[in-house]
């Protein structure tokens, strides 16, 4: 069986189960005193292409999707490594402009290594320090599914072959963590980690799409592309975030729109979900 | 500039300088309570070939080259992170392989990511703690200079166009950390290497290259190719390690072949010092 077969669950599942990766669907690893460590890898065609993007920008991009994870854990950043892999033939200046980028989001970065590569690689590591980490896994019903801000701006901006710049979410990371059973950051697209949400609670998450702030120049189809870095958190207190829907018994998750049923896509990185052509 | 015309060194100085990153020429970064982070990134055709390994030993090697930085670091390691990028016709039973490697040395894996990616490409993160790091510049004239092991293995397998397996040096590594001045493992080579604890530390470093052991197969050309993965220390105490030279007043490294000056050349980790058919 080949990944694209088994996708990103499968694997992830079979790992599990024969002991060889405890949890890596997780936002972020939970270590001792509080630490809390994720990484995340940017590869150029794959999750970017540097015709759409400045190197700051994608400097900043590579922090914030791993101070996303962070957020989603609650916690207070400390540190980012970064390994850079990058063509001979890449100029100086633009690495500089991208380690400001990823500089940034204001975390310093303390460690890490530059390679040779065919293509542009970031893989940076992310450490912080949580007092609770919510995790995915205690959402209940009749709690409130809040996000932090409005959906959709990742594939408005795809469709206009550019790369959105995505929310740094820390201080409402903090917030919510303090009180939500279940939180995560919406990556995969609103269906696809509502249903994350859903199978790790043991609930079903139903959404009222109508209650979802589109970004501007977003539409309901945008929703599945993901990449949108707001967080998603299943709440007794929805402490003034917008209430796109709740927790109910039994499991999935069931998106309506004005009543009406509605279907959404959504990521998988295996290639499995979309077409060969599509980036990420 | 191009990154081939700065150079690592190059590049690493002038994000230093512009203060965009802290001391990540360093083997692994030093947070608060002792933690040690280290990242290393092995991507296909410049790290390895996947003709010259098995999936399992490249598992194995990616977690090796990491605990060698925390070996080098004195630390106890605790976890590894494993970002896994592979294209989407890899076989599920190869990845699985894969990751019993990346267990092999005993480290738990407890997070990361995985990705579609057009080469197969692993970043790593290993953590542990260390009650003391002993850096790359305390090094002082007096000190011996010790190897944990014997050197040119790596270079011997590549010109049989296969991988070495690089050892594991963590508990060699606790004990010398509790002693030495200074402290790093051998991956650029040992000549570029002990150059480095030279410059780092303002002070000579003399090799009598008839003292270094060589691996089975191994030439002196072959130390110039690093990968080795053993520790190189400057200590008071040699603790039983192989002496092969020692820290004197003055700046950059002598090797000598029984009284004769030698030249070793080096690894150049953006193609400026090797062919560019070179792996790496």
């Known amino acids: 069986m080949r990944l694209s077969e088994a996708g990103e669950l499968g694997l992830l599942a079979e790992l599990e189960r024969r002991g060889l990766a405890r949890r890596i ?30 190197y700051r920008e994608l400097g900043f991009r590579a922090a914030a999707v791993n101070l996303s994870d962070l957020a989603a854990s609650g916690a207070e950043p400390e540190a980012l490594l970064v390994t850079l892999g990058a063509p001979a033939e890449t100029e100086l200046d633009d690495v500089l402009e991208l380690y400001e980028g990823l500089n940034e989001p204001g975390v310093p ?22 007092e609770r980490v919510p995790g995915r896994s205690g959402a209940r019903p009749g709690d409130a599914l809040v996000v932090t801000g409005p959906l959709g701006a990742a594939g408005a901006a ?21 009180v939500a059973h279940a939180m995560l950051d919406i990556s995969d697209g609103l269906a696809v980690d ?10 079903k998450v139903e959404i009222e799409l109508e209650r979802v702030l589109l970004a501007e120049g977003a539409t309901v189809e945008d929703l599945g592309f993901g990449e949108d870095y707001e967080l998603l958190a299943a709440t007794p207190d929805a402490l003034g975030f917008a209430e796109i829907g709740r927790c109910a018994e039994g499991s999935g998750v069931e998106i309506r729109l004005r009543g009406e049923p509605v279907a959404l896509t959504g990521w998988e990185h295996f290639g499995g979900g979309r077409g060969a052509g599509d980036l990420r």
Chains 1, 2 share one sequence.
Not at 165 to 172: G, I, M, Q, T
Not at 196 to 203: E, F, K, Q, Y
């Open 109 to 130: 970065v303390v460690g890490g290594d530059t390679t040779g590569a065919q293509l542009l690689t970031l893989s940076v590591t992310a450490l912080g320090r949580s």
């Open 158 to 178: 795809f469709r206009q072959e550019r790369h959105a710049r995505p929310p740094v979410r820390l201080e409402e990371g903090r917030r919510l963590a303090a």
């Open 194 to 203: 509502a249903g994350h949400l859903a199978a790790r609670s043991g609930c």
């Open 25 to 54: 669907e997780d936002d972020a690893a939970q270590l001792g005193g509080g630490l809390v460590v994720t990484q995340d890898a940017l590869i150029e065609d794959v999750h970017f292409r540097l015709a759409w993007t400045s």
